[in-house]
Nanobody
Framework: QVQLVESGGGLVQAGGSLRLSCTASGFVFRQYLMGWYRQAPGNERELVASITPGESTNYADSVAGRFTTSRDDAENMVYLQMSSLKPEDTAVYYC?????????????WGQGTQVIVSS
């Protein structure tokens, strides 16, 4: 059974930091691009950051320089280190997996973790 479980969300003051973790199971982790998305109330889900199996990273302009994503293929984990948090970063953050090596193509989501940044 494929599964992504996010953790590390919570309430933080503006300017603070949080580290989100995503624990993956049930699939060959190293074959998947891993991503972080977020969705604020009334907004569409948007890409925050992604990391390929080769560890190339991509960031939304709104978080570049403040957020860093990394992966540990030995532990089947992906992380999102968030610094200099702003109230507009408040959202539910979702872990995402997309198979980019091998076939069939397959993607799926975690259940999300809430991040609230107070001003």
């Amino acid at each position: 059974q494929v599964q992504l479980v996010e953790s590390g969300g919570g309430l933080v003051q503006a300017g603070g930091s949080l580290r989100l973790s995503c624990t993956a199971s049930g699939f060959v982790f190293r074959q998947y691009l891993m991503g972080w998305y977020r969705q604020a109330p009334g907004n569409e889900r948007e890409l925050v950051a992604s990391i390929t199996p080769g560890e190339s990273t991509n960031y939304a302009d709104s978080v570049a320089g403040r957020f860093t994503t990394s992966r540990d293929d030995a532990e089947n984990m992906v992380y999102l280190q968030m610094s200099s948090l702003k109230p507009e970063d408040t959202a539910v953050y979702y872990c995402y997996a997309d198979r980019t090596i091998g076939r069939p193509r397959f993607s799926f989501w975690g259940q999300g973790t809430q991040v609230i940044v107070s001003s």
